[in-house]
């Protein structure tokens, strides 16, 4: 077997999305297939939640419609993304082993009727999607439609978790592994609290309901380990389909939005990353989040092109308020995906279900039909990205890393902490936003990770932090670099338990201080601070205060209202070479500008100077960049480019407008230097 391509055999961008044909008759595979030539679809993911179709009886397979399928999709040009069924197992599946069913944290076994049931602990469920893998790479392997795999179906939703008895047994051996010996066991989760300590692994069950609050050194190892499991589940399929086939494999992340997978682990196991994303309708400015998990997932890929897997092209169906997307937005979408990375561009789904849960769900092929503006859309979006198909392979390069920890994630946001306000997900979007305002191209960094060819580096939230990455941390600002610590981080290590020396002190020497004492503050409580380097000016704060105990740290704002009156706020530390940043309050992305501007001029990073609706991101290819606008205002705004807008022909000798609500992709000289853009 030879190894397998890190991208799927198609030619230029990938365009399409999730296709399940399964659900209409033969007659319209036709009319689909002479409608995605019409839109320039090149590529659809197939089979996802077809288990009962293809296997109706246990071991009874019916593959004629998927043969027919897969030979009506070539004989059109259109290749396929085969799916594993595995998120939706058949009903004979659960009848016949009901153990392999999931159980909730209060006990309730899960029945049938939905997707997303089987326990990831139970072999039946092991031994089952390993057969059907096989089975369809050995019949697949070779087929001239299918270049690329996709297992499962967003590992970690609707259930990750499993507190029945097969997931325990699993967890007792996973901690056995882990920990070898039970004083090690009780020494990292410390159980000498509340009288938890154990003396026999069968004693150790899952953290499902308890009368009070769970150990959360254990809820934080059952998170490691239900993550664990799920990639287990993803190895076995994996390798089932290795054994027969040797196109690239992937399955759909979630990002930002993933809770339950540690995608720098999840990256180490696919081919090529994909992610999906849809945007969340509460949030006015949810484009931010979009370009937030398009940077997440180009920097899980490690740089590398990533394929967005799938977005919607109008509303959603399960959301409170499914807002539909105005004329203009899904293109806007697609092209800030493409520009931060993705190489394919594909959506949920093809064509519009007429039953089920998601039939409220919009789709390429809405409902009203070809003769709508949904449609005539796609159509147009098919032809933008022909356009654009030399960015195929560019990449994206930052001077800023911002730090992005899952264990830090499931390790702050359990309960009991010192203020429900305080959120990784609420701190992380802040501070990107800040970033994607001021026109900063970013990557996301895991904590351990070589830090030394960026500029700046960001820590909105990294409640835990190894003493390890504290120290990588402090080399960092040691040979020259500016650290940006938000507060709340470099709390505990990797079992939940607070650093010694008090909080922050792994990061002492970085950022010149410890934090004696938090603060925070009443609900819907505001506060201020002064800031008093260069100009002064007053900020307004909310959520957190606390008092620093300052070891070298000059302080460049204090308190001036709220229970740390007088006490410093923001701080800002020389060490060795480099610069160390605290921001020891909760400030707006508004607020946040005065701090980062006087970050960047210690990194030496230049905000785009753009208005803070456009989104300007640069592609650099091989021998040429591509500059990628997209401007979220009502208002026309001018970028300075010189070039060849590919979308309109228009030739720019040294400034693009880009209308209210609308897009560019320029092919310019390449530019030198490094990130930044
Ligand atoms: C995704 C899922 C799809 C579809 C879509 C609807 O999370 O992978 O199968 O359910 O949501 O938005």
Excluded at 284 to 294: F, K, M, R, T, W
Excluded at 300 to 312: D, Q
Excluded at 448 to 468: E, I, R
Excluded at 541 to 554: F, H, K, R, T, Y
Aim: with cysteine.
């Amino acid at each position: 077997m030879t190894a397998a391509a890190s991208w799927p055999r198609v030619e230029g961008l990938a365009y399409g999305g999730d296709y399940n044909p399964e659900q209409w008759p033969r007659e319209t595979w036709d009319e689909d297939v002479r409608l995605m030539r019409e839109a320039g679809v090149n590529l659809v993911s197939v089979g996802i939640f077809s288990w009962a179709m293809l296997e109706p009886k246990e071991g009874l397979y019916d593959f004629a419609w998927m043969d027919d399928l897969l030979d009506l999709l070539h004989a059109n040009g259109i290749a396929a993304d085969l799916g594993t069924p595995s998120v939706s197992p058949p009903a004979w599946f659960f009848h016949q082993y009901p153990e392999a069913r999931v159980t909730d944290k209060n006990g309730t076994v899960m029945g049938f009727g939905s997707r997303g049931m089987a326990s990831h602990a139970a072999p039946e469920y092991r031994e089952a999607i390993a057969r059907m893998a096989g089975e369809l790479a050995k019949r697949y392997g070779d087929h001239p439609a299918v270049v690329m795999w996709h297992i499962h179906n967003e590992y970690g939703v609707p259930v990750a978790e499993d507190f029945g008895p097969r997931a325990v047994a699993s967890w007792q051996r996973w901690l056995q592994e882990r920990y070898s010996t039970l004083e090690g066991l009780n020494a990292a989760w410390g159980t000498a609290f509340w009288g938890q300590r154990y003396d026999d692994w069968e004693h150790v069950v899952a953290p499902a309901a308890t009368p009070t609050i769970v150990n959360p050194a254990m809820k934080l190892d059952w998170a490691r380990f239900t993550d664990d499991q799920l990639r287990e589940c993803f190895v076995v399929e994996r390798d089932a389909i290795r054994a027969h086939a040797a196109q690239p494999i992937t399955t759909n992340f979630m990002a930002h939005q993933s809770w339950n997978t540690d995608l720098w682990k999840w990256a180490e196991l696919v081919d090529v990353v994909s992610d999906d994303h849809y945007l969340w309708s509460p949030d006015p400015d949810a484009h931010v989040g979009l370009a937030l998990s398009a940077d997440l997932t180009r920097s899980v890929a490690g740089g590398k092109p990533w394929i967005l897997m799938e977005h919607s092209t109008s509303a959603v169906n399960w959301q409170g308020r499914n807002t539909a997307k105005r004329p203009g937005e899904m293109r806007r979408n697609a092209l800030t995906h493409l520009g931060r990375g993705a190489d394919a561009i594909m959506f949920f789904q093809w064509r519009a279900s007429r039953s089920g849960a998601e039939k409220f769900h919009s789709a390429m092929l809405p409902h009203a039909g070809a003769e709508s503006r949904v449609f005539r859309e796609v159509v147009e979006l098919g032809g933008h990205l022909q356009d654009v198909a030399d960015v195929r392979g560019a990449e994206v390069r930052a001077d800023v890393a911002v730090l992005y920890d899952w264990e830090s994630l499931w390790a702050q946001d359990l309960e009991w902490r010192p203020s429900d306000d305080v959120q990784f997900r609420e701190r992380m979007r802040a501070f990107y936003e800040r970033l994607w305002r001021d026109g900063v191209t970013v990557d996301f960094a895991y904590p351990s990770h070589d830090l030394s060819g960026y500029k700046l580096v960001v820590a909105p939230a990294s409640y835990l932090l190894t003493a390890s990455s504290a120290a990588n941390l402090t080399r960092y600002v040691e040979g020259g670099g500016t650290l940006l610590v938000n507060f709340f981080s470099g709390i505990v290590n990797e079992n939940d338990a607070v650093h010694e020396g008090g909080f922050v002190a792994p990061l002492r020497d970085a950022l010149g201080l410890t934090v004696e004492e938090f603060l925070p503050l009443r609900e819907g409580e505001t506060a201020a601070v002064r800031w008093t380097r260069g100009d002064a000016v007053e900020l307004p704060s909310d959520v957190w205060q606390e008092d620093i105990a300052l070891v070298g740290a000059e302080v460049v704002a204090e308190n001036i209202s709220g229970p740390g009156i007088g006490k410093p706020a923001i701080t800002r530390n020389t060490h060795g070479q480099g610069v160390g940043w605290y921001v020891g309050t909760r400030l707006s992305v508004e607020a946040l500008t005065t701090v980062f501007d006087a970050v960047y001029t210690d990194a030496g990073i230049e905000a785009s100077g753009l208005p803070e609706t456009l989104e300007v991101v640069t592609r650099h290819g091989a021998a040429e960049d591509f500059v990628i606008a997209v401007n979220h205002g009502d208002d026309a705004a001018r970028i300075p480019v010189a070039g060849i807008d590919l979308l309109t022909g228009a030739e720019t000798d040294g400034e693009l407008e880009v209308q209210g609500g609308g897009v560019a992709v320029v092919r310019t000289a390449r530019m030198s230097g490094g990130g930044g853009d």
